[in-house]
């Protein structure tokens, strides 16, 4: 039993050390001049754009411009931009590590990248035109990384759950006008809560399994001491 308690220790303690020190590589190499800081950050982020919609998934980040053009981030590091019609137009897959948000201009996202500490202004062609190294303060993480509504005008833009307890993700992008009316710009509810129950089902079955094969090797081991 030791030798198992010493494996499981081994192995948390490497998980925690790759979360806590692995470094995004812009951590390590984003330094000098601003244009080098923005070839490496092209580098890093291996930014890539796309014109055919690829699959719906839950919200990771969003962000709506003054014309009514919003952008939705998602986990496995892609971006959908939508004009004021919920008209895909493109989308940008990028290279990553950690956390990140968006906020997006008339004709340019930023992407504020967590684990770097750089915000990265990219153009619809996907090249980078303007980065900095940033602090990410708490009106940072709030309003941009963490962001769950925005207010534009008499508009209101917010993220909505409605998935139950099977997933704490978001699955909606909702829109309130001046008159009250509510409109669900982007809804993958049926698929978040199918992705929840999955979710649920791989944390609860391995855990079901290593009870089972540590009661088993228990007894075993009892039924042999016994003999």
């Known amino acids: 039993m030791k030798n198992y308690k010493t494996l499981l220790i081994m192995f948390l303690l490497s998980a925690l050390f790759v979360i806590l020190f692995l470094p995004n590589s812009l951590t390590a190499s984003a330094t000098g001049s601003q244009d080098e800081l923005i070839g490496q950050i092209e580098g890093a982020l291996n930014i890539s754009v796309f014109y055919e919609k690829g699959a719906d998934r839950l919200i990771k980040c969003f962000d709506v411009n003054e014309t009514g053009w919003y952008a939705i981030g998602y986990k496995n590091n892609t971006i959908h931009v939508y004009d004021s019609l919920g008209n895909f137009q493109f989308g940008y897959r990028f290279d990553t590590v950690g956390t990140y948000g968006i906020s997006l201009k008339e004709n340019s996202i ?13 153009d619809p062609t996907g ?101």
Request: a positive charge; aromatic letters at 14%; one cysteine or more.
């Open 110 to 122: 930023v992407i504020y990248l967590g684990r770097s500490n750089i915000a990265a202004e990219i």
């Open 127 to 227: 090249k980078c035109v303007n980065a900095e190294r940033i602090y990410f303060s708490k009106d940072i993480v709030d309003n941009i990384i963490n962001r769950t509504k925005k207010q534009i005008g008499n508009t209101c833009y917010y993220l909505e759950r409605d998935i139950g307890i099977f997933n704490g993700d978001y699955s909606r992008l909702v829109k309130i006008d001046e008159t009250g009316t509510k409109t669900f710009l982007y809804d993958v509810t049926t698929q978040g809560y199918f992705s929840g129950v999955f979710h649920y089902f791989i944390l609860g079955i391995f855990p079901l399994a290593s009870i089972i094969l540590i009661t088993n090797k228990v007894k075993k081991e009892k039924r042999e001491s016994d003999g």
